[in-house]
């Protein structure tokens, strides 16, 4: 139950433990008590909007960037990891498998702003060799949620 | 000038419309109506079904099959019906791949059904049967089945309706719109009623992968002594989410389906040949899919019949099917009254419990075909509707 909890969370945060409870056929205390678990063991990190920014005009660009990485001996990737995240223009660190090593999604108002980050901040990391900088020009899905509108409904308001 | 009036069958022009189409249309004019009105499912047909359906026009299968449908469908239809609900039937000759429910149960009544002929019809229960009895010449005999017994029909009420012009009888469990199903006690007593008589049973049961509460479907022909008299009529369209493909099947035994599938073959001659080729993968394939969207629409359920007890509408548990079907006697209101004051003051749409028969009056249908989030909004409103009355 405590997995059925999380995954209609992961679907929509706003749920409040009197729907989820409803809709499981559980005690509300015991969705309460879930949620509190599962915030306290860090399973559920944060809450967070799903927000079109395209809607937002010139307010918001990304960029997913490839960084080649030379891992330090004893400490891999993790201390380049590690300083990468720190930039709160880095909205997402992966290490990849494949043709390169870290994948960071990077956010700034202007393409400008990004390109200027990634030379002036990634590139000059030492143990960094190569960057490779790729923009977001359209958004369709974000976190599960269509951005762009799917099919309408086309079912009617009727049918018996 | 031609008279319309002498050209068309009486018993036809006799059949009133529908009392809330005007109702229908003037929603359908409407903008930003939050609907629960549908009877169909909102999730897309699962992709493989969809690429069976694909591939087989890829491989130019587009002509017309045997009029009793593809053998390898009709087999994977015996096997499922035997693994679901325990009943066989040879996908040889009893078997009979139709153009969804709805025509299966037109060709079972008409197989059956001749001038005079009673058909003992229990609602409130969908708009079909009613229509296609008197099209055939036969006669409707309704029952009201009751909220307190969860609109089952019941041995005693089922008794008292049979006469010597007793043909058929209709078994639209699980229910749209009520949501009630039959148990296995339930169909025991029924059987017992029609045990040495020549009644048969029409079954439709279109519903029967939507039951919830750990209740399983219990098919009628699976009681001792039913088989023989029971033609159970089923589809792909709710538990598969496969409405606008129109394709279902109607299983008997060989004597009348024999007789079934000649009118198929003059009016039909075989079922749309793209949607076989899919149904087979949703026979084969596709058991998790519709565990999936079970459990959705097990959520929506409780979140729909918590919303509308709370709001002081009374609901009772629906166990089958994907409506609610709660009491609006509270409000003072009748039906009609009550969902075209709703739809105008709040922009929500629910059907009156009347589409479904006199019986019906007291109660809406609210169907759950659709997100939770938009269940909550419609409720909310409803709520608000309430308090202003």
């Known amino acids: 139950m405590k997995y059925e909890v ?41 809450y967070k909007a799903v927000v079109d920014w395209e809607k937002i005009d010139g307010t918001y660009v990304s960029a997913i960037v490839e960084l080649n990485v030379v891992p330090k001996a004893g400490l891999g990737f993790e201390e380049v990891a590690e300083k ?15 043709d390169y090593d870290l994948n960071l999604i990077v956010k700034g108002k202007t393409l400008k702003d990004i390109a200027w980050f990634v030379a002036k901040e990634l590139a000059t990391i030492d143990s960094v060799t190569s960057t490779a900088t790729h923009f977001v020009m359209r958004r369709y899905k974000e976190m599960d949620v269509e951005l762009v509108s799917g099919d309408e409904d086309d079912r009617g308001q009727f049918f018996l | 000038m031609i008279d319309y009036g002498k050209v068309l069958n ?12 005007k109702f229908f249309d003037v929603a359908a004019t409407m903008k930003d109506v939050i609907s629960l009105g549908v009877g169909e499912p909102d999730f897309q047909t699962p992709w493989v079904i969809r690429k069976a359906g694909i591939e087989s026009l890829q491989r130019g299968k587009t002509k017309y099959t045997s009029n009793w449908g593809l053998v390898e469908l009709r087999e994977e239809i015996s096997n ?59 006669v409707p005999v309704i029952i009201n089945t009751k909220a307190e017994n969860d609109f089952k029909l019941t041995a005693e009420e089922l008794k008292s309706a049979i006469t010597d012009k007793t043909k058929a009888v209709i078994l639209p469990y699980p229910s749209n719109p009520t949501g009630a199903i039959m148990e296995e006690h339930d169909l025991v007593t029924i059987a017992k009623v029609l045990k040495d008589t020549n009644i048969m049973v029409i079954s439709d049961e279109i519903y029967a992968e939507l039951t919830f509460s750990g ?127 709703l739809l105008h003051s709040k922009k929500v749409a629910v059907v009156p419990g009347t589409a479904f028969g006199e019986s019906g ?4 249908r609210a169907s759950y075909c659709y997100s939770v989030e938009h269940i909550k909004e419609a409720l909310s409103r409803i709520e608000e509707f309430l308090k202003e009355i």
């Open chain 1, 6 to 46: 999380l995954k209609l969370l992961s679907k929509n945060a706003k749920y409040t433990a009197e729907d989820i409870a409803v809709m499981l056929g559980i005690a509300q205390s015991e969705v309460e008590q879930y949620i509190e678990e599962l915030e306290k063991e860090n399973i559920i990190r944060g």
């Open chain 1, 84 to 98: 990468v995240m720190s930039y709160r223009e880095v909205e997402a660190v992966y290490l990849m498998s494949g």
């Open chain 2, 10 to 21: 009486k018993t036809v022009t006799d059949i009133k419309p529908s009392g809330i189409r």
């Open chain 2, 80 to 138: 499922y019906l035997n693994r679901k609900f325990n009943i066989n039937y040879d996908p040889k000759d009893e078997i009979l791949v139709t153009v969804g429910g709805s025509e299966a149960i037109d060709l079972a009544l008409r197989a059956l059904i001749g001038v005079g002929d009673e058909v003992i019809i229990p609602q409130p229960s969908y708009v079909c049967y009613e229509p296609i009895t008197a099209i055939t010449g036969g």
């Open chain 2, 215 to 341: 209740k399983s479907h219990i098919s009628p022909a699976s009681i001792p002594g039913m088989w023989e008299r029971t033609i159970t009529v089923n589809g792909f369209s709710k538990a598969f989410s496969m409405t606008g493909w129109r394709l279902g099947y109607a299983c008997g035994p060989k004597p009348v389906m024999d007789e079934i599938v000649k009118i198929h073959q003059y009016a039909i001659m075989s079922s749309p040949t793209t949607s076989q080729y899919a149904a087979i993968e949703a026979l084969k394939n596709c058991d998790e899919d519709v565990q999936y969207m079970l459990k959705q629409y097990d959520m929506r359920r409780r979140m729909i019949v918590s919303g509308f007890n709370k709001i002081g509408l009374t609901c009772r548990e629906p166990k089958g099917a994907f409506y609610a079907f709660p009491s609006i006697k509270s409000t003072g209101m009748s039906s009609d009254e009550f969902c075209e004051k």
């Open chain 2, 361 to 364: 009056e007291g109660f809406v």
